[in-house]
């Protein structure tokens, strides 16, 4: 399967009933899949006349307490925002994905890493996080949807799926699940009309009495660190015995897959660990992880950005390098593993 | 062509991106036509565009030009206007970039009234994105995010400005290209909004799916179809249904938002004083 029909069926499996979106590239494919999958199964396909228009629509039906999702890149996110506040505000569920394409602007459409910061620390305004996660295979993408949905209905907060054009485009072979029956818990707080509930269901993220948005906040904050506590999710890759660990996530995470090998046929003891959840970062495994390593390398495709969170959960245990590509460029293995070799003779490897 | 060609074309820009079949280029050189026209002055002209197969128009035209976001072309080129009133300023902008994400721009200006351009590619369908529906692809049409079908109704973008407020609105084919010269200059000479519809083929993403032929068979289409404006007076609903009218549309006078804002800051200066 193709990466953006994987998600789509992923979507489907995982009890998606509508889908709000507007054309943009490397996603579009993704939107043709659900435009002709979900009417398959009952459910409901809609493009609407922006981005701005989609977010809103998710944030209707989920407030009606159904399994919603959108997907956009770059331009359209960026319209996506206000929303995303608003959805995290009023405490709703949902899933965006995020093909991201190289910017800033219109750039282009070939595979970034560049928003990172957008996805991870806010982009939206107000004091709020995404969920974040970053696969990278085809079978994850179909896997984490699945659990991207459960994620925002257990917690009640928006998920977003970050990946690229390549992953978008990567045919892979994929297992799928057969269970089509999703048990979704039900949502009490829904506005679905008054039978399910008692008194009047408020969806909102008005609080005028700054009293009152304080106290929101402080709900969110302590939802946050149940969040930050249960959700962290990493995979590592040749630990064991490594001097210099490489961290990287979606397509970056594949390229230093092939650097580690490479490296370690060398005689270079080189691990990985990858974050999956993006927010969460699992500074927890990677502050430990800095006890037995001498240094670490974010390999990004951008200028610099999770190597801050790398910095943060390495707490100035071992120094931390960044090596990128940008503007739609994507690192090369070669390039990677040069990097590699300069940091270890220059003092790594003593 | 060849004088016309030299002085507004960039050379070396082309050949240009569009696929066989495609009617911008045909926008184009009609565009190019009523430059010459006009006597258009590249000091005092500006191009604005937004994102999409159509857009990519400015890139080929040898003037100061602004590639904008998705839709919202409008919001710059009122920008400009307002930053400087003197030049004439052409807006190009594909059927979805003006009508679905910018159509909440479209409208605004219209109502302002403000002295700009407007030329709407419409090949109804999202070409640069691959075929995906726009607010102007026809009912019961194919389109890749439509394979059940469209059942959207489409806009009429010439009704729907006028609505709004444009004071010059016309239409024309890719077929009419001398037409659409002419309605250009006119709308160009107009103070006040202006709205030029051209109506465009795109063979590969709405014609080859929906089986209307390559770029002659959608060029004979509009032939068939459209209706000179003189025309469709006489003829009574029955017999216009499912053809549209071609020609200038609407034209009015009103006042222009720029002359309307000097206006106010002579009236705030003579009652309030000086600086
Ligand atoms: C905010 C945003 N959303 C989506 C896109 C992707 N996009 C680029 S062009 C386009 C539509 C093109 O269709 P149309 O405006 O009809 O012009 P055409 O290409 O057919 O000339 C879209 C959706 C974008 N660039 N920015």
């Known amino acids: 399967m193709k990466g953006n029909e994987a998600i789509g069926e992923g979507a489907v499996r995982a009890g998606c009933r509508y889908f709000f979106g507007y054309p943009i590239t490397p996603q579009s494919e993704l939107t043709h899949y659900l435009a002709k999958r979900l009417p398959e199964v009952g459910r409901l396909y809609m493009q609407a006349e922006s981005e701005v228009a989609s977010i809103n629509m998710v944030y209707g039906a989920s407030g009606a307490g159904a399994r919603v999702m959108t997907s956009s890149s770059g331009p359209g996110i960026s319209l996506m925002q206000e929303g995303l506040s608003y959805l995290a505000g009023a405490q709703l569920p949902c899933v965006v994905v995020n093909m991201m394409r190289g910017g800033p602007g219109l750039g282009n459409i070939a595979p970034s890493q560049a928003d990172y910061f957008q996805a991870t620390k806010g982009g939206g305004h107000g004091d709020y996080h995404l969920i974040v996660l970053a696969p990278n295979s085809v079978q994850e993408l179909v896997d984490i949807m699945k659990k991207a949905f459960d994620l925002a209905d257990r917690y009640r907060n928006p998920v977003m799926v970050m990946a690229d054009g390549i992953m978008a485009q990567m045919m892979e072979p994929v297992e799928l699940d057969d269970q089509y029956q999703i048990e979704i818990q039900p949502k009490p707080w829904a506005a679905t009309g008054k039978v399910d509930h008692e008194g009047k269901n408020l969806i909102n993220s008005c609080y005028v009495i700054p009293e009152e948005m304080e106290s929101l906040n402080f709900i969110l904050r302590d939802k946050y660190s149940e969040i930050n506590k249960n959700e962290q999710v990493c995979e590592e890759y040749q630990l064991d015995g490594a001097d210099i660990v490489l961290v990287a996530f979606g397509t970056a995470s594949r390229i230093c897959r092939a650097v580690v090998e490479k490296a370690r046929a060398q005689g270079i003891p080189v691990g990985m660990i990858r974050p999956i959840s993006l927010w969460p970062f699992p500074a927890d495994f990677i502050g430990t992880a800095a006890n037995r390593v001498k240094c670490f390398l974010s390999v990004e495709m951008n200028m610099g950005q999770m190597v801050e969170d790398v910095r943060l959960s390495v707490c100035g245990k071992a120094p931390v390098y960044h090596y990128g590509r940008f503007g739609g460029m994507v690192p090369t293995v070669r390039d990677v593993l040069e990097e590699v070799k300069k940091i270890y003779s220059g003092g790594a490897g003593q | 062509m060849q004088g016309k060609a030299d002085k507004y074309l960039l050379k070396e820009r082309l050949p240009h991106i569009w696929c066989p079949g495609c009617g911008n280029g045909i926008v184009l050189s009609a565009m190019v036509r009523a430059f010459d026209k006009l006597g258009c002055d590249q000091d005092s002209t500006v191009i604005v565009s937004g994102i999409g197969c159509s857009s990519r128009a400015a890139g080929y035209l040898d003037f100061n030009t602004l590639h904008t976001t998705h839709g919202r072309a409008l919001a710059f080129a009122t920008g400009i206007k307002l930053a400087r009133p003197e030049l004439m300023i052409f807006v190009l902008m594909g059927d979805g970039d003006s009508t679905a994400i910018g159509g909440n721009h479209l409208i605004h200006a219209a109502r302002r009234n403000i002295d700009l351009n407007i030329i709407i590619f419409n090949n109804h369908i999202y070409g640069m994105t691959g075929g995906q529906c726009s607010p102007m692809t026809p009912q019961e049409h194919l389109a890749t ?119 106010l800051i002579e009236k705030a200066q003579r009652e309030h004083g000086g600086e």
């Open chain 2, 145 to 263: 995010t439509a394979p059940y079908r469209n059942f959207d109704r489409p806009f009429d973008i010439a009704g729907l400005v006028q609505a709004a407020g444009a004071t010059y609105v016309a239409r024309s084919t890719t077929y009419h290209a001398a037409l659409l010269t002419k309605l250009i200059k006119a709308g160009a000479e107009h103070k006040g909004f202006s709205v030029i519809e051209a109506i465009s083929a795109c063979p590969v993403s709405h014609g080859r799916r929906n089986k209307l032929g390559g770029g002659y068979e959608m060029l004979m289409w509009q032939k068939e179809n459209a209706v000179p404006v003189e025309k469709a007076r006489t003829m009574t609903p029955e017999e216009i249904k499912g053809k549209f009218i071609i020609g200038e549309l609407h034209k009015s006078e009103a006042p222009e938002f720029t002359d309307m804002y000097g206006q």
